[in-house]
């Protein structure tokens, strides 16, 4: 998401948190990076980090949780590994609640991270947030096209014609301007765009998330999916999170045999396989 002059930047703030750790960061919407410039840093982070503060983690039954545990044992190892690895650009995290297991995780709020860092144009499926501090509004525009967006990004701007600007130069199958990621309506001036693929372009957005997270995919396995989700963005929604959790750690290339294991679809009766038989 890009954050430049908001009306109300604490409500920016509120939505970015909320779009970031909700469901602890597992959704296949959820926001990963924030692109700020720098006479903005501090006034997005001091807003962030005061939402930190009162952020829980806990048992989901609990009036006070704001979200839950992560996935799975797998999950929360990698999510260990790349805060130890990144703890000195760690500027915020949620407390966490005593006596739960280690499936609940602290979300955390980096900053500062080079451009070599996976973070910095990745989403990792977990519970961190990364701010880039960038020097203009062009700038702004020119890292989250150089960034794997998946499935959406959004938007925080009182402007029209900068909001105008990045419904035309972000391209994305979901838009939200002024607004959490997983608001499903239009309220206070929020907006939530969702623009449905056509036919001949749903295989490169299928790419390009799972790039975003950091995998390759086989060609068959990729045509087993086309043929499969169509051009519903709930359902890839759906299907992909389910794939994607599912995976076992380590893995790089998503195969035939993960789609037939994971979604269900059969690796002997798909279009690919007709196309073979002709």
Request: glycine fraction near 8%; include cysteine; aromatic fraction near 6%.
């Given at each position: 998401a890009i954050v430049y002059r908001p009306a109300d930047m604490k409500a920016a703030a509120r939505s970015i948190v909320d779009s970031a750790f909700a469901y602890s960061g597992q959704r296949l919407y959820s926001c990963s990076k924030v692109i700020v410039t720098m006479d903005e840093q501090k006034r997005l982070v001091e807003a962030v980090s005061e939402i930190m503060k009162d952020l829980r983690v806990g048992d989901p039954?609990?009036?006070?949780?704001?979200?839950?545990?992560?996935?799975s044992k797998d999950a929360a190892k990698r999510f260990v590994s790349l805060y130890q690895e990144?703890?000195?650009?760690?500027?915020?995290?949620?407390?966490?609640?005593?006596?739960?297991?280690?499936?609940?995780?602290?979300?955390?709020?980096?900053?500062?991270?080079?451009?070599?860092?996976?973070?910095?144009?990745?989403?990792?499926?977990?519970?961190?947030?990364?701010i880039k501090v960038v020097d203009?509004?062009?700038?702004?525009?020119?890292?989250?096209?150089?960034?794997?967006?998946?499935?959406?990004?959004?938007?925080?701007?009182?402007?029209?014609?900068?909001i105008a600007r990045f419904k035309e130069e972000v391209d994305v199958p979901l838009r939200y301007v002024n607004c959490s990621?997983?608001?499903?309506?239009?309220?206070?001036?929020a907006v939530l765009e969702s623009v449905r693929p056509r036919d001949y372009e749903i295989a490169s957005w299928l790419q390009r998330f799972i790039a975003g997270k950091g995998l390759a995919i086989d060609t068959k396995a990729l045509s087993m999916l086309?043929?499969?989700?169509?051009?519903?963005?709930?359902?890839?929604?759906?299907?992909?999170?389910?794939?994607?959790?599912?995976?076992?750690?380590?893995?790089?290339?998503?195969?035939?045999?993960?789609?037939?294991?994971?979604?269900?679809?059969?690796?002997?009766?798909?279009?690919?396989?007709?196309?073979?038989?002709?």
């Open positions: 039954v609990d009036d006070v949780t704001f979200t839950g545990p992560i996935i990144n703890l000195p650009f760690v500027i915020s995290k949620a407390p966490v609640a005593m006596g739960v297991s280690d499936l609940y995780v602290s979300p955390i709020v980096v900053s500062g991270l080079d451009d070599e860092n996976d973070l910095s144009y990745m989403d990792s499926g977990l519970p961190i947030l990364n203009s509004l062009d700038a702004a525009f020119e890292e989250i096209q150089n960034t794997e967006c998946g499935l959406s990004a959004g938007m925080f701007a009182k402007d029209p014609k900068i990621s997983r608001t499903l309506g239009a309220a206070n001036g086309t043929d499969h989700l169509g051009t519903d963005i709930s359902k890839i929604s759906n299907e992909l999170g389910k794939l994607v959790v599912s995976l076992p750690e380590g893995t790089k290339r998503i195969t035939d045999a993960d789609i037939e294991a994971n979604i269900g679809i059969s690796k002997d009766f798909n279009n690919f396989e007709l196309c073979k038989a002709v």
